[in-house]
Nanobody, 125 residues
């Protein structure tokens, strides 16, 4: 059974930083696409970023335009954990952030197979 557990959410002032973690169990981490999504109040869930391993230490990482240059995805395969480092946070980044996983490589869409319960990030101005 695949489980994804997010942590690290909280409240921060604009310009601040937070790092979210997603601990995965039940799947071969290095053979999955790991994604981050978010859902702001009253809005649809949207893609934030995703990463998958191409081979060796080579990864492919993608971000939505609104977070490029501010957010960074990284993975610790020994810990089966993926991270979302968020810098220069803005009030519009306020949302529940979800970790997602799929065994299909490069499949980083809202229909990913496995989801965490989410962690709330609140950015105040």
């Amino acid at each position: 059974q695949v489980q994804l557990v997010e942590s690290g959410g909280g409240s921060v002032q604009a310009g601040g930083s937070l790092t979210l973690s997603c601990a995965a169990s039940g799947l071969t981490f290095s053979r999955a696409t790991m994604g981050w999504f978010r859902q702001a109040p009253g809005k649809e869930r949207e893609f934030v970023g995703a990463q998958w391993r191409i081979g060796g230490n080579v990864y492919s990482t993608h971000y939505t335009d609104s977070v490029k240059g501010r957010f960074t995805i990284s993975s610790d395969y020994a810990k089966n954990t993926v991270y979302l480092q968020m810098n220069s946070l803005k009030p519009e980044d306020t949302a529940v952030y979800y970790c997602a996983a799929d065994r299909r490589i490069a499949f980083c869409y809202d229909g990913m197979d496995y989801w965490g319960k989410g962690t709330l990030v609140t950015v105040s101005s």
